[in-house]
């Protein structure tokens, strides 16, 4: 592999920027000091390895994993943590059937996502910070088509949500 490879260690994950990507890949397959660890192939190899999003496993790993960053993120963590308080798990399941319907057309997920956002206090910093976060996420497990439409669907969304909630909010919606 050729390139620069930028690594940072976060509790027990590897955060690697290499050729414009970042990944994520659990440090547990890093059998060598954190100062080799861009020679470890265990690293390359989870990274080369990934595959596209195929089923609800899929779903619910890009999910559990975006929402644990999002929890413990410092801009995003107190919003999302205050307002979901203790019913994560059925925030969770939500979501499940929200990307499962979105991304293989499961149509599991029944109802109207903008609404629980409108009134949230937010503006385009968080919806900035919640795109960084996904798509990292996604392209830290994942590649191929339908992980290329997640982040595509997420940006969408992100704009369009970002662009009601200022509505809402009595500002412009143009940024």
Request: aromatic share 14%; hydrophobic share 35%; proline share 5%.
């Amino acid at each position: 592999m050729a390139g620069a490879v930028i690594f940072i260690k976060i509790k027990d994950i590897l955060v690697l920027y290499y050729s414009n990507n970042t990944y994520f890949c659990p440090a547990s397959l890093c059998r060598s000091s954190t100062r080799h660890l861009i020679k470890d192939k265990n690293v390359f190899n989870y990274m080369e390895n990934r595959k596209d999003i195929t089923d609800l496993t899929d779903i619910q790993s890009m999910v559990d994993t975006f929402y644990g960053k999002v929890r413990e993120d410092e801009l995003l963590g107190p919003i999302f943590n205050n307002l979901i308080q203790d019913r994560w798990p059925e925030h969770l399941e939500k979501m499940y059937r929200f990307w499962d319907t979105i991304l293989l057309d499961s149509h599991t997920y029944h109802g109207a996502p903008f609404h629980p956002h409108a009134t949230l206090p937010v503006n385009g910093l968080h919806f900035d910070r919640w795109m960084q976060l996904f798509r990292t996420t996604v392209n830290g497990l994942f590649t191929g088509p339908k992980a290329e439409e997640a982040c595509w669907r997420g940006e969408k969304m992100a704009q369009m949500f970002l662009s009601k909630i200022e509505y809402y909010q009595g500002q412009s919606p143009l940024r």
